[in-house]
């Protein structure tokens, strides 16, 4: 699988929005990008993909280069509990379903 | 409901003790995992079954031992513990689909293990 690279951490004023890119310039043509997020002390959640076409659901929006070869992932309006390391990677999705998570980009809203 | 549960939460032992995590998952899937997130916050895959038999096995020392009843349990036995198995431990959930089919992964809130 690609590897990506994440600012180590960003701030972000509460309401607005959060933007947090990743690099990830040795993507193949069939890879996926996913993005989770891990708030301290729980699980990692799980917040979109996409493979080429931007991508939209409740939580975030997910915006790919048209080289494919970086990603930004977007709150619209960053909330105090949007606080938490957020994960880019990408993977084949039918590789045996493992997930290498990078170091993260660590988020914090603050009021 | 809780979609992926994990006991205990915390789990604190003396070195060379042997202990075991239990993991349960109600969402009907067919795969489940292990993940080790050590103290630089670092996760890391150990183990994966699919329809309880194993599929990945990352560089994991053999004390560690995954055990599948059934596709809704996965077990973790840790052997002789080492100072070094602290960390915190996920169990992880998906539905096995088609190339192409996104299949995310649902993660339990983990066991903290602290080895003394």
């Known amino acids: 699988d690609a590897k990506t690279t994440q600012p180590t951490s960003m701030d972000c004023a509460e309401g607005r929005a959060a933007n947090l890119p990743c690099n990830h310039s040795?993507?193949?043509?069939?890879?996926?990008v996913y993005w989770y997020r891990q708030i301290h002390s729980q699980g990692p959640q799980y917040i979109i993909h996409?493979?080429?076409n931007n991508e939209t659901n409740e939580m975030a929006s997910l915006i790919i280069t048209e080289d494919r070869k970086s990603s930004t992932l977007i709150l619209p309006h960053a909330t105090l509990r949007d606080t938490a390391v957020y994960y880019c990677?990408?993977?084949?999705?039918?590789?045996?379903?493992?997930?290498?998570f990078g170091t993260g980009t660590s988020l914090t809203v603050i009021p | 409901d809780t979609a992926v549960s994990q006991t205990p939460k915390y789990l604190v032992t003396q070195m060379g003790n042997d202990k075991s995590i239990k993991c349960e998952q109600n969402?009907?899937?067919?795969?489940m995992y292990w993940y080790k997130q050590d103290s630089k916050k670092f996760l890391k895959i150990m183990f994966s079954?699919?329809?309880?038999?194993?599929?990945i096995n990352e560089t994991v020392p053999n004390r560690f031992s995954p055990k599948s009843p059934d596709k809704a349990h996965l077990n973790l036995h840790i052997n002789s513990l080492e100072l070094g198995d602290s960390a915190v431990y996920f169990c992880?959930?998906?539905?096995?689909?088609?190339?192409?089919?996104?299949?995310?992964?649902?993660f339990g809130p983990g066991t903290r293990l602290t080895v003394l």
């Open positions: 040795t993507i193949s043509g069939n890879e996926y």
């Open positions: 079954y699919n329809n309880k038999e194993l599929i």
């Open positions: 996409g493979l080429k």
């Open positions: 992880a959930s998906s539905q096995s689909g088609l190339a192409g089919v996104y299949n995310e992964q649902f």
């Open positions: 969402l009907g899937h067919d795969t």
């Open positions: 990677i990408v993977r084949v999705t039918n590789t045996g379903n493992q997930f290498y």
